[in-house]
């Protein structure tokens, strides 16, 4: 199946707080972009709506698959995978040249990198280096990289497999 395109499914959604709303999901390809990317997102009309991935799961469990792919491209591959995965190590062992801003702490910066990298999505994540691992500065070195390069290919087979199966 070909998920390079946009493939949008909708699910008509009633919430006895937020009342009446839909939850948007599948594959979106943006002009000038190579590939399109996963998207889950909810529209409440000019009430509410956006990644609110807490009301999608309340009502669409079955989507927990994509959501922890939200902003993934096609190719299993996060947005701006390495690069982001960088600098979000950096900042939650302090060795970003980088300061933490609007109350984050590396505990958050620690967080940022594992839903950069979509960390436990994979069952070999458990194995994964995380920022806090053995104290202190953790500078990013090619073995991280390494690692992250490793799983594009296994993001790429599970990302299809997931797509394959919900968006049928």
Same mark, same amino acid.
């Given at each position: @199946?070909?998920?390079?395109?946009?493939?949008?499914?909708?699910?008509?959604c009633?919430?006895? !707080?937020?009342?009446?709303?839909?939850?948007?999901?599948?594959?979106?390809?943006?002009?000038?972009?190579?590939?399109?990317?996963?998207?889950?997102?909810?529209d409440?009309?000019? #009430?509410?709506?956006?990644?609110? +991935?807490?009301?999608?799961?309340?009502? =669409?469990?079955?989507?927990?698959?994509?959501?922890?792919?939200?902003l993934?491209?096609?190719t299993?591959? *996060?947005?701006?995978?390495?690069?982001?995965?960088?600098?979000?190590? !950096? @900042? =939650?062992? $302090?060795?970003?040249?980088?300061?933490?801003?609007? $109350? @984050?702490? !590396?505990?958050? =910066?620690?967080?940022?990198? &594992?839903?950069?990298?979509?960390?436990?999505?994979?069952?070999?994540?458990?194995?994964?280096?995380? *920022?806090?691992?053995?104290? $202190?500065? &953790? *500078?990013?070195?090619?073995?991280?990289?390494?690692?992250?390069? +490793?799983?594009?290919?296994?993001? &790429?087979?599970?990302?299809? #497999?997931?797509?394959? &199966?919900?968006?049928?």
């Open positions: @199946m070909d998920h390079d395109k946009t493939n949008i499914k909708t699910i008509e009633c919430d006895s !707080e937020m009342g009446d709303f839909e939850i948007n999901y599948g594959t979106r390809k943006l002009e000038g972009n190579e590939h399109a990317y996963v998207t889950v997102t909810v409440g009309g000019e #009430e509410f709506g956006g990644c609110t +991935h807490d009301l999608v799961l309340k009502h =669409a469990p079955q989507l927990a698959e994509l959501v922890k792919l939200h993934t491209y096609v299993g591959e *996060p947005m701006h995978y390495i690069e982001n995965a960088k600098y979000w190590w !950096e @900042m =939650a062992t $302090g060795t970003s040249g980088w300061t933490l801003q609007y $109350g @984050m702490t !590396e505990e958050d =910066a620690a967080d940022n990198f &594992r839903k950069t990298v979509n960390c436990g999505v994979l069952g070999m994540d458990r194995s994964m280096p995380q *920022p806090e691992d053995e104290g $202190g500065d &953790r *500078p990013w070195n090619l073995g991280i990289q390494r690692i992250l390069e +490793h799983r594009r290919g296994l993001l &790429r087979e599970y990302t299809t #497999e997931v797509l394959d &199966r919900l968006m049928a």
